[in-house]
Protein backbone atom coordinates (compact mmCIF):
# COMPACT_ATOMS: atom_id res chain seq x y z
CA UNK A 1 0.00 0.00 0.00
CA UNK A 2 3.15 2.43 0.75
CA UNK A 3 6.26 1.58 -1.08
CA UNK A 4 9.26 4.12 -0.36
CA UNK A 5 12.58 3.84 -2.32
CA UNK A 6 15.83 5.82 -1.27
CA UNK A 7 13.39 8.44 -0.03
CA UNK A 8 16.30 11.65 0.35
CA UNK A 9 15.16 14.73 2.11
CA UNK A 10 16.87 17.93 2.39
CA UNK A 11 16.21 21.47 4.22
CA UNK A 12 18.96 23.42 2.23
CA UNK A 13 22.17 21.67 3.11
CA UNK A 14 20.57 19.37 5.24
CA UNK A 15 19.73 16.52 5.04
CA UNK A 16 17.26 15.15 7.59
CA UNK A 17 16.57 11.58 5.12
CA UNK A 18 18.95 10.09 4.40
CA UNK A 19 17.77 7.20 1.78
CA UNK A 20 14.89 5.47 3.54
CA UNK A 21 13.12 2.07 2.01
CA UNK A 22 10.35 0.83 3.54
CA UNK A 23 7.11 -1.58 2.27
CA UNK A 24 3.76 -1.18 3.78
CA UNK A 25 1.19 -3.47 3.62
CA UNK A 26 -2.86 -3.26 3.83
CA UNK A 27 -4.58 -3.04 7.52
CA UNK A 28 -0.77 -3.25 8.87
CA UNK A 29 -0.30 -0.92 11.63
CA UNK A 30 3.57 0.67 11.52
CA UNK A 31 4.90 2.58 14.67
CA UNK A 32 7.54 4.55 13.78
CA UNK A 33 9.67 5.55 16.89
CA UNK A 34 13.09 7.39 17.40
CA UNK A 35 14.91 10.26 18.84
CA UNK A 36 13.95 13.94 18.35
CA UNK A 37 15.49 15.05 15.28
CA UNK A 38 15.60 11.53 13.92
CA UNK A 39 13.50 12.61 10.69
CA UNK A 40 10.12 10.17 11.65
CA UNK A 41 8.14 13.01 11.61
CA UNK A 42 9.20 14.58 8.38
CA UNK A 43 9.08 11.09 6.66
CA UNK A 44 5.38 10.42 7.81
CA UNK A 45 4.97 14.12 5.99
CA UNK A 46 6.59 13.10 3.10
CA UNK A 47 3.87 10.35 2.52
CA UNK A 48 0.79 13.19 2.18
CA UNK A 49 3.34 15.55 0.70
CA UNK A 50 3.16 17.77 3.30
CA UNK A 51 6.91 17.91 2.60
CA UNK A 52 7.98 18.26 -0.55
CA UNK A 53 10.01 14.98 -1.54
CA UNK A 54 14.05 16.13 -2.63
CA UNK A 55 14.40 12.57 -4.34
CA UNK A 56 13.49 9.03 -4.36
CA UNK A 57 10.51 7.43 -5.16
CA UNK A 58 7.83 6.89 -2.93
CA UNK A 59 4.26 5.44 -4.22
CA UNK A 60 1.13 5.26 -1.81
CA UNK A 61 -1.85 3.68 -2.20
CA UNK A 62 -1.06 3.58 -6.25
CA UNK A 63 -0.34 7.12 -6.41
CA UNK A 64 3.44 7.63 -7.08
CA UNK A 65 4.12 10.94 -5.01
CA UNK A 66 7.14 12.48 -7.42
CA UNK A 67 5.35 12.20 -10.56
CA UNK A 68 4.47 15.93 -11.00
CA UNK A 69 0.86 14.37 -12.83
CA UNK A 70 -0.19 13.05 -9.33
CA UNK A 71 -3.47 14.58 -8.25
CA UNK A 72 -2.29 15.72 -4.51
CA UNK A 73 -5.23 16.47 -3.67
CA UNK A 74 -6.87 13.47 -4.77
CA UNK A 75 -4.39 11.52 -3.00
CA UNK A 76 -4.61 13.21 0.39
CA UNK A 77 -8.78 12.37 0.18
CA UNK A 78 -7.45 8.90 0.53
CA UNK A 79 -4.65 9.51 3.17
CA UNK A 80 -5.65 10.67 6.79
CA UNK A 81 -3.54 12.72 8.96
CA UNK A 82 -3.77 13.31 12.94
CA UNK A 83 -1.49 16.12 13.63
CA UNK A 84 0.30 16.25 17.52
CA UNK A 85 -1.50 19.79 18.12
CA UNK A 86 -4.41 18.17 16.93
CA UNK A 87 -5.03 21.58 14.46
CA UNK A 88 -8.96 21.42 15.10
CA UNK A 89 -10.39 24.89 13.17
CA UNK A 90 -10.86 26.92 16.37
CA UNK A 91 -14.01 28.68 14.40
CA UNK A 92 -16.22 25.67 13.72
CA UNK A 93 -17.67 23.81 15.43
CA UNK A 94 -16.81 20.17 16.31
CA UNK A 95 -19.49 18.90 13.66
CA UNK A 96 -18.76 21.79 11.09
CA UNK A 97 -14.77 20.73 11.79
CA UNK A 98 -15.99 17.27 10.81
CA UNK A 99 -18.72 18.11 7.59
CA UNK A 100 -15.86 20.38 6.17
CA UNK A 101 -14.01 18.68 3.67
CA UNK A 102 -17.13 16.13 3.02
CA UNK A 103 -18.87 18.39 1.92
CA UNK A 104 -16.71 20.63 -0.08
CA UNK A 105 -14.20 18.05 -1.52
CA UNK A 106 -16.93 14.86 -1.49
CA UNK A 107 -19.45 17.32 -1.95
CA UNK A 108 -21.83 15.27 0.18
CA UNK A 109 -24.79 17.28 0.71
CA UNK A 110 -25.54 18.64 4.63
CA UNK A 111 -27.25 16.03 5.94
CA UNK A 112 -25.19 12.92 4.42
CA UNK A 113 -22.56 14.73 6.15
CA UNK A 114 -24.16 15.63 9.16
CA UNK A 115 -24.95 11.50 9.43
CA UNK A 116 -21.30 10.79 8.77
CA UNK A 117 -19.91 13.37 11.58
CA UNK A 118 -22.50 12.18 13.86
CA UNK A 119 -21.95 8.53 13.50
CA UNK A 120 -17.97 9.06 13.72
CA UNK A 121 -18.21 11.06 16.94
CA UNK A 122 -20.00 8.48 18.76
CA UNK A 123 -17.37 6.04 17.33
CA UNK A 124 -14.66 8.33 19.37
CA UNK A 125 -17.51 8.54 22.28
CA UNK A 126 -18.10 11.83 21.66
CA UNK A 127 -21.69 11.94 20.47
CA UNK A 128 -22.13 14.56 23.26
CA UNK A 129 -20.14 17.01 22.00
CA UNK A 130 -21.28 18.09 18.45
CA UNK A 131 -22.07 21.77 18.69
CA UNK A 132 -19.18 22.23 21.01
CA UNK A 133 -16.31 24.53 19.96
CA UNK A 134 -12.95 23.00 20.33
CA UNK A 135 -11.57 25.53 23.01
CA UNK A 136 -14.14 24.33 25.30
CA UNK A 137 -12.87 20.56 24.99
CA UNK A 138 -9.44 18.71 26.56
CA UNK A 139 -6.76 17.73 24.92
CA UNK A 140 -8.33 14.22 24.87
CA UNK A 141 -11.27 14.72 23.59
CA UNK A 142 -9.66 17.77 21.03
CA UNK A 143 -7.35 14.70 19.36
CA UNK A 144 -10.56 12.23 19.29
CA UNK A 145 -12.69 14.79 16.89
CA UNK A 146 -9.07 15.64 15.25
CA UNK A 147 -9.49 11.63 14.38
CA UNK A 148 -12.82 11.97 13.17
CA UNK A 149 -12.30 14.80 11.00
CA UNK A 150 -9.57 12.46 9.48
CA UNK A 151 -11.99 9.76 9.11
CA UNK A 152 -15.22 11.48 7.82
CA UNK A 153 -13.08 11.16 4.33
CA UNK A 154 -13.16 7.38 4.64
CA UNK A 155 -9.12 7.49 4.08
CA UNK A 156 -7.51 4.05 3.12
CA UNK A 157 -4.58 5.19 4.74
CA UNK A 158 -4.11 7.08 8.75
CA UNK A 159 -0.59 8.60 9.58
CA UNK A 160 -0.27 9.72 13.23
CA UNK A 161 2.13 12.16 14.11
CA UNK A 162 2.75 12.12 17.72
CA UNK A 163 -0.78 12.26 18.39
CA UNK A 164 -0.52 11.93 21.96
CA UNK A 165 2.53 13.93 22.61
CA UNK A 166 0.90 17.37 23.52
CA UNK A 167 -1.55 15.42 26.03
CA UNK A 168 -1.86 15.53 29.92
CA UNK A 169 -0.64 11.76 31.02
CA UNK A 170 -4.23 11.06 32.20
CA UNK A 171 -5.59 12.06 28.86
CA UNK A 172 -3.48 9.83 26.60
CA UNK A 173 -5.55 6.56 27.18
CA UNK A 174 -8.73 7.82 25.47
CA UNK A 175 -6.93 8.86 22.69
CA UNK A 176 -4.84 4.98 22.00
CA UNK A 177 -8.02 3.46 22.72
CA UNK A 178 -10.08 5.10 19.50
CA UNK A 179 -6.50 4.39 17.51
CA UNK A 180 -6.76 0.59 18.80
CA UNK A 181 -10.49 0.12 17.71
CA UNK A 182 -8.91 1.22 14.32
CA UNK A 183 -6.36 -0.76 13.98
CA UNK A 184 -8.38 -3.88 15.18
CA UNK A 185 -10.52 -2.56 12.24
CA UNK A 186 -7.61 -3.10 9.51
CA UNK A 187 -7.58 0.42 8.52
CA UNK A 188 -3.46 0.73 7.09
CA UNK A 189 -1.82 2.83 9.73
CA UNK A 190 1.27 4.61 10.32
CA UNK A 191 1.84 5.95 13.87
CA UNK A 192 4.80 8.04 14.62
CA UNK A 193 4.82 8.00 18.64
CA UNK A 194 6.89 7.55 22.11
CA UNK A 195 3.96 5.19 23.13
CA UNK A 196 5.88 1.90 23.35
CA UNK A 197 2.66 0.12 25.07
CA UNK A 198 0.85 1.05 22.07
CA UNK A 199 3.32 -0.08 19.83
CA UNK A 200 4.12 -3.62 21.22
CA UNK A 201 -0.05 -3.77 21.76
CA UNK A 202 -1.88 -2.47 18.46
CA UNK A 203 1.51 -2.53 16.10
CA UNK A 204 2.73 -5.35 13.59
CA UNK A 205 6.11 -3.89 12.81
CA UNK A 206 8.70 -1.10 14.76
CA UNK A 207 10.79 1.16 12.69
CA UNK A 208 13.35 2.72 14.71
CA UNK A 209 14.92 5.56 12.70
CA UNK A 210 17.84 7.47 14.12
CA UNK A 211 19.66 10.46 11.81
CA UNK A 212 17.77 10.25 8.98
CA UNK A 213 18.01 6.02 8.58
CA UNK A 214 16.17 3.13 9.24
CA UNK A 215 18.04 1.86 11.62
CA UNK A 216 15.79 -1.48 12.41
CA UNK A 217 12.31 -2.83 11.78
CA UNK A 218 11.08 -5.58 13.36
CA UNK A 219 8.26 -7.13 15.10
CA UNK A 220 7.51 -5.23 18.33
CA UNK A 221 7.98 -8.11 20.57
CA UNK A 222 11.36 -8.19 18.80
CA UNK A 223 12.21 -5.14 18.75
CA UNK A 224 11.77 -4.60 22.76
CA UNK A 225 13.13 -7.59 24.01
CA UNK A 226 15.75 -8.26 21.24
CA UNK A 227 17.19 -5.66 19.57
CA UNK A 228 19.67 -5.82 16.77
CA UNK A 229 21.72 -2.87 16.98
CA UNK A 230 23.52 -1.00 20.02
CA UNK A 231 21.67 2.03 19.20
CA UNK A 232 18.29 0.90 19.29
CA UNK A 233 19.22 -0.60 22.86
CA UNK A 234 20.56 2.77 23.62
CA UNK A 235 17.52 4.61 22.66
CA UNK A 236 15.05 1.90 24.10
CA UNK A 237 17.18 1.84 27.52
CA UNK A 238 16.62 5.45 28.08
CA UNK A 239 12.58 5.45 27.46
CA UNK B 1 -10.89 96.56 23.67
CA UNK B 2 -11.86 95.59 26.86
CA UNK B 3 -9.58 92.79 28.58
CA UNK B 4 -11.43 89.28 29.70
CA UNK B 5 -12.90 86.25 28.38
CA UNK B 6 -15.12 87.11 25.68
CA UNK B 7 -16.74 83.87 24.42
CA UNK B 8 -19.66 83.42 22.47
CA UNK B 9 -20.61 80.01 21.85
CA UNK B 10 -24.52 81.20 21.11
CA UNK B 11 -23.03 82.41 18.01
CA UNK B 12 -21.19 79.46 17.40
CA UNK B 13 -24.05 78.04 16.97
CA UNK B 14 -25.57 79.51 14.82
CA UNK B 15 -22.91 78.37 12.00
CA UNK B 16 -23.71 74.74 12.48
CA UNK B 17 -25.86 74.62 9.66
CA UNK B 18 -22.85 75.53 7.62
CA UNK B 19 -20.40 72.99 9.89
CA UNK B 20 -22.73 69.79 9.68
CA UNK B 21 -22.77 70.48 5.91
CA UNK B 22 -18.75 70.18 5.93
CA UNK B 23 -19.46 66.97 8.34
CA UNK B 24 -21.41 65.22 5.62
CA UNK B 25 -18.43 65.48 2.97
CA UNK B 26 -16.41 64.38 6.30
CA UNK B 27 -18.39 61.32 6.48
CA UNK B 28 -19.13 61.07 2.69
CA UNK B 29 -15.39 60.95 1.87
CA UNK B 30 -14.46 58.73 5.54
CA UNK B 31 -17.37 55.71 4.44
CA UNK B 32 -15.91 55.65 0.22
CA UNK B 33 -12.64 56.19 1.32
CA UNK B 34 -12.70 53.26 3.47
CA UNK B 35 -14.81 51.24 1.25
CA UNK B 36 -12.37 51.74 -1.63
CA UNK B 37 -9.41 51.46 0.93
CA UNK B 38 -10.96 47.74 2.21
CA UNK B 39 -10.73 46.80 -1.20
CA UNK B 40 -7.30 48.13 -2.17
CA UNK B 41 -6.15 46.80 1.13
CA UNK B 42 -7.50 43.37 0.75
CA UNK B 43 -5.82 43.11 -2.76
CA UNK B 44 -2.48 44.51 -1.67
CA UNK B 45 -2.42 42.40 1.58
CA UNK B 46 -3.12 39.11 -0.21
CA UNK B 47 -0.09 40.24 -3.15
CA UNK B 48 1.89 40.88 -0.06
CA UNK B 49 1.40 37.24 1.34
CA UNK B 50 2.13 35.82 -2.27
CA UNK B 51 4.77 33.30 -3.88
CA UNK B 52 4.30 35.34 -7.16
CA UNK B 53 7.49 37.35 -7.18
CA UNK B 54 5.71 40.45 -9.48
CA UNK B 55 2.84 40.66 -7.08
CA UNK B 56 4.91 40.71 -4.31
CA UNK B 57 7.39 43.47 -5.27
CA UNK B 58 4.30 45.48 -7.01
CA UNK B 59 2.50 45.23 -3.58
CA UNK B 60 5.38 45.90 -1.56
CA UNK B 61 6.34 49.17 -3.62
CA UNK B 62 2.86 50.41 -3.12
CA UNK B 63 2.81 50.02 0.86
CA UNK B 64 6.03 51.67 1.36
CA UNK B 65 5.43 54.46 -0.87
CA UNK B 66 2.14 55.45 0.82
CA UNK B 67 3.68 54.66 4.29
CA UNK B 68 7.24 56.67 3.81
CA UNK B 69 5.43 59.87 2.36
CA UNK B 70 3.10 62.20 4.44
CA UNK B 71 -0.66 62.38 3.62
CA UNK B 72 -0.15 66.20 3.56
CA UNK B 73 1.87 65.31 0.41
CA UNK B 74 -0.19 62.83 -0.98
CA UNK B 75 -2.99 65.18 -1.33
CA UNK B 76 -1.23 68.07 -2.81
CA UNK B 77 0.76 65.35 -5.00
CA UNK B 78 -2.45 64.09 -7.02
CA UNK B 79 -4.75 67.58 -6.48
CA UNK B 80 -2.11 69.97 -7.83
CA UNK B 81 0.74 68.17 -9.35
CA UNK B 82 -0.90 65.08 -11.08
CA UNK B 83 -4.15 67.45 -12.25
CA UNK B 84 -1.87 69.65 -13.61
CA UNK B 85 -0.91 66.72 -16.01
CA UNK B 86 -4.76 65.95 -16.40
CA UNK B 87 -5.20 69.31 -17.52
CA UNK B 88 -1.88 69.11 -20.13
CA UNK B 89 -2.65 65.42 -21.79
CA UNK B 90 -6.31 64.47 -21.09
CA UNK B 91 -7.76 68.13 -20.30
CA UNK B 92 -9.71 67.02 -17.69
CA UNK B 93 -8.98 67.55 -13.91
CA UNK B 94 -10.04 65.63 -10.82
CA UNK B 95 -12.38 67.63 -8.44
CA UNK B 96 -11.28 68.12 -4.77
CA UNK B 97 -13.88 65.81 -3.42
CA UNK B 98 -12.87 62.66 -5.81
CA UNK B 99 -9.31 63.45 -5.20
CA UNK B 100 -9.74 63.48 -1.55
CA UNK B 101 -11.68 59.97 -1.72
CA UNK B 102 -8.79 58.76 -4.11
CA UNK B 103 -6.13 60.22 -1.20
CA UNK B 104 -8.39 58.54 1.76
CA UNK B 105 -8.66 55.38 -0.06
CA UNK B 106 -5.18 54.81 -1.58
CA UNK B 107 -3.86 56.14 2.15
CA UNK B 108 -5.27 53.33 4.13
CA UNK B 109 -5.21 50.79 1.83
CA UNK B 110 -1.56 50.63 2.60
CA UNK B 111 -1.92 50.25 6.29
CA UNK B 112 -5.02 48.23 5.66
CA UNK B 113 -2.24 45.70 3.70
CA UNK B 114 -0.40 45.21 6.32
CA UNK B 115 -3.25 44.57 8.60
CA UNK B 116 -4.37 41.81 6.05
CA UNK B 117 -0.74 40.39 5.58
CA UNK B 118 -0.29 40.56 9.23
CA UNK B 119 -3.61 38.50 10.17
CA UNK B 120 -2.90 36.18 7.98
CA UNK B 121 0.21 35.60 8.17
CA UNK B 122 -0.17 35.14 12.03
CA UNK B 123 -2.88 32.20 11.48
CA UNK B 124 -1.04 28.81 12.89
CA UNK B 125 0.72 26.85 9.50
CA UNK B 126 -0.67 23.90 11.27
CA UNK B 127 -4.51 25.48 10.10
CA UNK B 128 -3.43 25.22 6.77
CA UNK B 129 -1.54 21.44 6.65
CA UNK B 130 -5.07 20.46 8.61
CA UNK B 131 -7.04 21.42 5.59
CA UNK B 132 -4.93 20.52 2.53
CA UNK B 133 -4.46 16.95 4.65
CA UNK B 134 -8.31 16.31 4.20
CA UNK B 135 -7.78 16.74 -0.01
CA UNK B 136 -9.46 21.01 0.54
CA UNK B 137 -7.59 23.10 -1.86
CA UNK B 138 -4.91 25.96 -1.37
CA UNK B 139 -8.30 28.58 -2.26
CA UNK B 140 -10.63 26.08 -0.40
CA UNK B 141 -8.65 26.15 2.17
CA UNK B 142 -8.06 29.80 2.22
CA UNK B 143 -11.67 30.54 2.20
CA UNK B 144 -13.03 28.07 4.57
CA UNK B 145 -10.22 27.80 7.00
CA UNK B 146 -7.54 30.75 7.08
CA UNK B 147 -9.21 33.56 6.05
CA UNK B 148 -12.49 33.32 8.41
CA UNK B 149 -9.53 33.67 11.55
CA UNK B 150 -7.75 36.03 9.94
CA UNK B 151 -10.40 38.12 9.16
CA UNK B 152 -11.15 38.47 13.43
CA UNK B 153 -8.13 39.49 14.19
CA UNK B 154 -8.12 42.30 11.75
CA UNK B 155 -11.37 43.84 13.52
CA UNK B 156 -9.25 45.82 16.40
CA UNK B 157 -6.42 46.87 13.94
CA UNK B 158 -8.85 47.60 10.93
CA UNK B 159 -10.80 49.85 13.81
CA UNK B 160 -8.09 51.80 14.80
CA UNK B 161 -7.00 52.59 10.91
CA UNK B 162 -10.81 54.10 10.16
CA UNK B 163 -10.51 56.22 13.34
CA UNK B 164 -7.56 57.34 11.89
CA UNK B 165 -8.31 58.11 8.22
CA UNK B 166 -11.44 59.67 9.71
CA UNK B 167 -9.64 62.00 11.33
CA UNK B 168 -7.32 62.47 8.66
CA UNK B 169 -9.80 63.62 6.01
CA UNK B 170 -9.26 67.09 7.99
CA UNK B 171 -5.81 67.51 6.25
CA UNK B 172 -8.01 67.34 2.62
CA UNK B 173 -8.50 70.85 3.69
CA UNK B 174 -5.64 72.18 2.27
CA UNK B 175 -6.76 71.33 -1.11
CA UNK B 176 -10.38 73.13 -0.95
CA UNK B 177 -12.31 69.71 -0.30
CA UNK B 178 -15.87 71.38 1.53
CA UNK B 179 -15.14 68.93 4.95
CA UNK B 180 -15.60 69.58 8.71
CA UNK B 181 -12.08 71.36 8.70
CA UNK B 182 -12.52 73.51 5.69
CA UNK B 183 -15.93 74.97 6.58
CA UNK B 184 -15.01 75.52 10.09
CA UNK B 185 -11.82 77.66 8.80
CA UNK B 186 -14.21 79.93 6.56
CA UNK B 187 -16.22 80.77 9.61
CA UNK B 188 -13.35 81.77 11.61
CA UNK B 189 -12.02 83.47 9.21
CA UNK B 190 -15.42 85.78 9.40
CA UNK B 191 -16.40 85.41 13.11
CA UNK B 192 -12.85 85.55 14.37
CA UNK B 193 -14.53 83.18 17.02
CA UNK B 194 -11.60 80.47 16.96
CA UNK B 195 -11.71 79.28 20.28
CA UNK B 196 -15.67 78.71 20.29
CA UNK B 197 -15.73 76.89 16.61
CA UNK B 198 -12.72 74.85 16.40
CA UNK B 199 -13.87 73.00 20.12
CA UNK B 200 -16.89 72.44 19.01
CA UNK B 201 -14.97 70.98 15.38
CA UNK B 202 -12.79 69.15 17.90
CA UNK B 203 -16.41 67.65 19.87
CA UNK B 204 -17.96 66.29 16.55
CA UNK B 205 -14.48 64.67 15.44
CA UNK B 206 -14.46 63.08 19.29
CA UNK B 207 -18.08 62.30 18.26
CA UNK B 208 -17.49 60.50 14.92
CA UNK B 209 -14.63 58.25 16.01
CA UNK B 210 -16.30 57.44 19.75
CA UNK B 211 -19.06 56.16 17.47
CA UNK B 212 -16.70 53.96 15.57
CA UNK B 213 -15.69 52.34 18.63
CA UNK B 214 -18.91 51.18 19.59
CA UNK B 215 -19.77 49.76 16.79
CA UNK B 216 -16.27 48.42 16.44
CA UNK B 217 -16.96 46.68 20.12
CA UNK B 218 -19.90 45.27 19.39
CA UNK B 219 -18.80 44.14 15.84
CA UNK B 220 -16.24 42.13 17.95
CA UNK B 221 -18.43 40.96 20.88
CA UNK B 222 -20.55 39.84 18.22
CA UNK B 223 -17.78 37.72 16.86
CA UNK B 224 -17.08 36.30 20.10
Known amino acids: MIQVRDLHKYYGDLEVLKGIDCQISKREVVCVIGPSGS ?72 NEAREIALSLLDKVGLGDKADVFPHHLSGGQMQRVAIARALAMNPQIMLFDEPTSALDPELVGEVLAVMKD ?53 FLSKI | MEAGLNLDFIKAFESLPYLIQGLKTTV ?85 A ?9 IDKGQEEAGRSLGLTR ?19 LGNQFIISLKDTSLLSIISVGELMRHSQ ?19 YLLLTLAISLVLRLVERRLG
Open chain 2, 114 to 122: EIVRGSIQS
Open chain 2, 28 to 112: LIAVFGLLFGFVIGLAAGLARTSKNKALYAVSTVYVESVRGTPLLVQAVWLYFGVNQLLVQTLGFRLSSLNAGIIVIAVNAGAYI
Open chain 1, 182 to 234: LAREGMTMVVVTHEMGFAREAGDRVIFMDQGVIVEESPPEQMFTNPQHDRTRE
Open chain 2, 186 to 204: EIVAVDFNAFEIYTLVAAV
Open chain 1, 39 to 110: GKSTFLRCLNLLEQITSGQVVVNGHDLTDPKTDINLLRTEVGMVFQRFNLFPHKNVLDNIMLAPMKVRKKTK
Open chain 2, 139 to 157: IQTFAYIIFPQALKRMIPP
